[in-house]
């Protein structure tokens, strides 16, 4: 199974990004899917999750109202737009799989079973 996560960058506060992650080596829509992030000194944090179908998505407090998580089932990837950017953003995103359900990723990284490589976004005031 491998989980690439693309799109990070260097940008300025009230920008917007968006991040992809593409999955092989699984059936994509029998897992749901999500996104954590970790800053510099930090605990890796839950940021948004997406359920098998698309059809319900979670968010961590922080990013609610302003990144939205989504899917294309037949490309086999997952997407965050982050928008309203802010230095407390800074962080290496990573894309995550569960073969459970979206709301399990809510409760943090244990319950991840597949993690991929991370992608940094830089935010600048």
């Known amino acids: 199974v491998q989980l690439q996560a693309f799109g990070g960058g260097s940008v300025q506060a009230g920008d917007s990004l968006r991040l992809s992650c593409t999955a092989s080596?699984?059936?994509?829509?029998?897992?749901?899917m999500g996104w954590f992030r970790q800053a510099l000194g930090k605990e890796r944090e839950f940021v948004a999750s997406?359920?098998?179908?698309?059809?319900?998505?979670y968010y961590g407090d922080s990013v609610k109202g302003r990144f939205t998580v989504s899917r294309d089932n037949a490309k086999n990837t997952m997407y965050l737009q982050l928008s309203s950017l802010n230095p407390e953003d800074t962080a290496v995103y990573y894309c995550a799989a569960n073969r459970r359900g979206a709301m399990q990723l809510v409760y943090g990284p244990v319950n991840v079973h597949y993690w991929g490589k991370g992608t940094l976004v830089t935010v600048s005031s």
């Open positions: 997406i359920s098998r179908s698309g059809g319900s998505t």
């Open positions: 080596g699984l059936i994509f829509d029998n897992y749901a």
